[in-house]
């Protein structure tokens, strides 16, 4: 996962609200992707 390091680093130099917001994006983004999958089969 090559988004997950720049994540952390965002989560460090940012407060820990910045980091949820980027965390619950990146897991609505999985979970709409999942969806779409699931549909096509």
């Known amino acids: 996962m090559?988004?997950?390091?720049?994540?952390?680093?965002?989560?460090?130099?940012f407060p820990p609200i910045f980091f949820e917001l980027l965390l619950s994006l990146a897991h609505f983004l999985v979970g709409a992707s999942?969806?779409?999958a699931n549909r096509d089969l």
């Open 34 to 36: 999942s969806a779409d």
């Open 2 to 13: 090559s988004l997950f390091p720049v994540i952390v680093i965002f989560g460090l130099s």
